[in-house]
Structures are given as C-alpha cells and as structure tokens.
C-alpha cells in the first residue's frame, strides 16, 4: 500500500513537471511568433503583380479594384512604408487597410495572415481624343527589400450626357464616344441622327427614350458599326447582362430606323408601344446584333416592327411580341443557349394577340427564311403563341428552321421548307468561353432552304444567293 502510494505521487509529479514544460514550451513558442522577422530573406507576396483598368471614360472614375499582401512568415512583417509613387497628383487613389492616403508607415502582417490595398483612378479630360495609358505604381518597402504593383488603366474623353433632353433636330458624330448618365429623351417631332462608327454607352440609370425619331444608320464593318452598350467596360461587368436599362420607342414615335448596329448587355433591347402614327413600321431594324439581354430583346405592345437579317442572341426573351399588331422578320436567327450569366428559361419567340383576360387586338405577323433555335434551358418549344377572342389572327412561318417537340400550334401557319428540330449546324459554340458564331457550316440544314425575301445581302454584308438563300440572319459563302 505504502509503495504503490509513493509510486502513484510520483507519477503525479511526473505528469505535472511534463505539462509545466509544455505550457512553457508554447508560452516561448507564442513569445517568438509575436515577435516581428527582421531578415531580409524574409518572404513577402502580393495577389498580383499589376492592376489592370480596361476602358476608363474620362471624369467618370472607375470601380474599386484590390489586390492582397501576404506575409507568409511564422513571424508578423513590418512594412516600412506603402507608397503611391505619384503622390497626390497621381490619377489612382488607394485605400491601405481601410486608410486612404498615399504613403503609409509601419504596416503590420501577423504571421501567415495578409492585408488589403484598394486602388480606384479618375482620369481628368483633356483634348486627346484617342484611347491613351495612364500608369503608376505602388511601392512596399520591408527589411530591407522593395517590392512594386504597377498601375495602368486605359483611358478615353468622351461626351457626357446627364438626364438631356434633346428638342431639336440633333446629329451625334464617331469623333468621341457618348456617355449617357441619367435618362436620354428625345422629344416628340424631333430626329436624333446617329453617324456610323458611333459608340454610345449608358450607365446604370440611364435609359434612352425615344417620342420622335432615331436614326441610326451605320455600315457594315467594325469601326462603322454603330453600339449601344453599358458602361462598364471592366472586367467582369463588360459581360453582365442588364448593365443598363434599353431603348424604348413611345406612342408618338415615327420612321425609327436602326441599320448595322450592336444592342448588347441591356436590361431590354429595343420595345416599341402602340401603332406607328404613319404608314411605316414604328422601328426597322436592318443588320441588327442584339445580344446578353436580361428581359426582352425585341418586344411590341400592339406595335409595328420590320427586321432584316438580325441576329437576336442569349437573352432573357429573344421576342416577345404582344397584343397584337404588325411585324415583318425575314432571314433572322433567333437563339439563346443557357449559359453562366443567363438561364434559358422562355421560348425565342412569343406572339400574342392578348390585351387582358377580355380584349384582343388584330395581328399580323410573317416570318420568312427564320431559324429559331435553342439549348441548354427549359424550354422543349422554341415557338410560343398565343390567340384569344375572334380578331384577325394572321401568324406565318415561312420557310422555318424551329426546335418544338410538340406538334406546330393550329393557330399559326407553317408553309414552305419545315425543318423542325432539325439542327442548325452553327459553326462554334463554345459556352464556357462564352464564344458563340452563328454563321452556318457546311453541313447546316438550313443551307438553300430559303426563298427569295428580297433581302440581296447578309448581316455581314455578303452577297447571297437570292433564289434559293441560308436560312438566319448569315448566307454561307
């Protein structure tokens, strides 16, 4: 008894001494981490090495951009200083830590921890009318060593345009692009002219209302086509759809003509109300690109559209024609796949001749030489429509390739080449990459399936072959 008590305090003593030192050990262990790396060898690393601004509209700033500083060490890294080379005349700004400033002392890291540093820049306007680069960089001075981020962002003037109203005959010209911030009206009687090679980007808020007339009239290739955009042009904002709120063409409006023009990246793309006030469609659309539209990309409330050789790509509702009305569309493709930044949840096409739950309105409404098509979204029929009540009801498809698992609606006519779900052969797709070409491969079913529209050209301006053309908005060559 005796010896196995003497034996037991011994053990007692032993655990003891043992846990003492450990608590020791890690008091000392702890003690060393808080103190700071002093070696020159000491490691440092940032997220990147450079900050990139895309496309920087002069006076208008730009987003917020932030990289990380990490210290990787098992001890804390003092920064000596953090400095924006440019001082308080450089064109960025930046935020150390949730401090702006431009240079910064003493900056503690605690061990394999890391801090943020933020940098925005607003470029001043001046009489340059070219894109132009401006740069900095910012400096980080630890134990010794220096270490750099550079800065650049791409910079352009432009005319600014805050909640205007235009009442008079006006023309718009390429020679600087056009911000438009807060809404763009153009008033009753009155034509806004837009030259080939004009790029108008809206912000936010900022949508383009139209009670007169808009001319907007550009050419077939890149530098003369004219683009209705968003204004973010950074990266990842540049893809958003929604970015801005649409084009839209009022009661009064008239002899609306869009020719070779890019609606890209709107919350809705062109939405037409109520008849035309004269014998001409309320809104032509000729060579037209309308692509990454959150809602609708061609919408009419009792309405007139003609479109030509249109390109109606990824949107929420590629068109969407209601309450009667009349619409002309020959050689379009209309095709959305579901993608990262919009799900293909609504067929490409739907037409209604639905006021309420009582009312109708006449419709009259012609496809010729069509393909409406769709992929990766909910969608099983690619063609909606919809009748009610006893007035005219003219709905045809002429010439059609269309994806539709049930059987063609009784209420529309399906004449000439019917090529349902048959598939349009597009030359690449490529979702994940966001990469889509819809011209036509060499295999396509829609090849020679047309009839003569009358249309001698191609979105791309090519020839096509007038008796027997493609199919879509593309003649292969």
């Known amino acids: 008894m005796y ?45 990147v ?88 960089s910012i400096k980080i001075d630890y134990n010794g060593n220096t270490r750099f981020v550079q800065l650049d962002a791409y910079g352009q003037n432009a005319v600014f345009l805050r909640n205007t109203l235009v009442t ?6 390429k020679d600087l692009p056009i911000v438009i911030l807060g809404s763009l009206t153009v008033q009753p009687s009155v034509t806004l002219t837009i030259d080939k090679g004009t790029k108008v980007y809206f912000h936010a808020d900022a949508p383009m209302l139209v009670h007169g007339s808009l001319q907007a009239i550009g050419e077939k290739y890149d530098s003369t086509k004219i683009v209705f955009t968003g204004d973010r042009l950074d990266d990842p904002y540049r893809d958003f759809p929604g970015g801005w709120p649409g084009i839209y063409f009022f009661d009064n409006s008239f002899n609306n003509v869009l020719q070779h023009c890019i609606i890209k990246n709107a919350y809705q793309g062109t939405i037409a109300q109520n008849p035309s006030i004269n014998l001409n469609p309320k809104v032509t659309l000729n060579e037209c690109i309308l692509d990454n539209i959150y809602d609708v990309a061609i919408g009419a409330t009792n309405s007139s559209i003609n479109a030509n050789n249109c390109l109606v790509s990824n949107c929420g509702y590629n068109i969407f024609l209601t309450a009667g009305g009349n619409y002309n569309f020959k050689h379009c493709t209309v095709v959305s796949y579901g993608n990262f930044y919009l799900q293909h949840k609504y067929p490409v096409l739907t ?43 003219n709905v045809t498809f002429n010439n059609t390739l269309y994806k539709l698992k049930s059987n063609e ?65 593309y003649e292969r060559q």
């Open 3 to 47: 010896k196995a008590f003497i034996f037991e305090r011994s053990m007692k003593q032993i655990v003891g001494f043992f846990l003492l030192c450990c608590i020791v050990i890690t008091c000392i262990t702890s003690c060393k981490k808080e103190g700071f790396i002093t070696s020159s060898d000491a490691l440092l690393r940032t997220s």
């Open 49 to 136: 090495d450079t900050l990139h601004y895309d496309t920087v509209f002069t006076s208008t700033g730009s987003i917020t951009q932030s990289f990380k500083i990490y210290n990787p060490n098992d001890k804390k890294l003092l920064l000596s200083n953090i400095q924006l080379m440019g001082g308080n005349t450089s064109y960025f700004k930046i935020n150390v830590d949730g401090i702006a400033g431009t240079s910064f002392n003493n900056i503690e890291i605690n061990a394999n921890d890391s801090i943020y540093v933020f940098a925005m820049v607003t470029i001043n306007p001046n009489a340059n009318n070219l894109p132009f680069i401006v740069q900095d």
């Open 168 to 173: 008079t005959d006006s023309t718009w010209h």
């Open 351 to 393: 037409v209604s001749n639905i006021v309420n739950q009582t009312t109708s309105n006449d419709i009259n409404a012609n496809f010729t030489n069509c393909i409406f098509y769709g992929e990766g979204g909910i969608p099983d029929d690619e063609i909606l429509i919809k009748k009610q009540g006893n007035t005219l009801f």
């Open 409 to 473: 609606p009784a209420t529309a006519n399906f004449i000439g080449n019917k090529l349902k779900n048959a598939p349009p052969g597009f030359d690449s797709i490529n979702i994940a990459n966001r990469y889509y070409n819809f011209h036509l491969r060499a295999n396509s079913s829609a090849l020679q399936k047309g009839s003569n529209a009358g249309l001698l050209f191609d979105l791309d301006g090519n020839n096509r072959n007038i008796n027997t053309p493609d199919l879509g908005c």
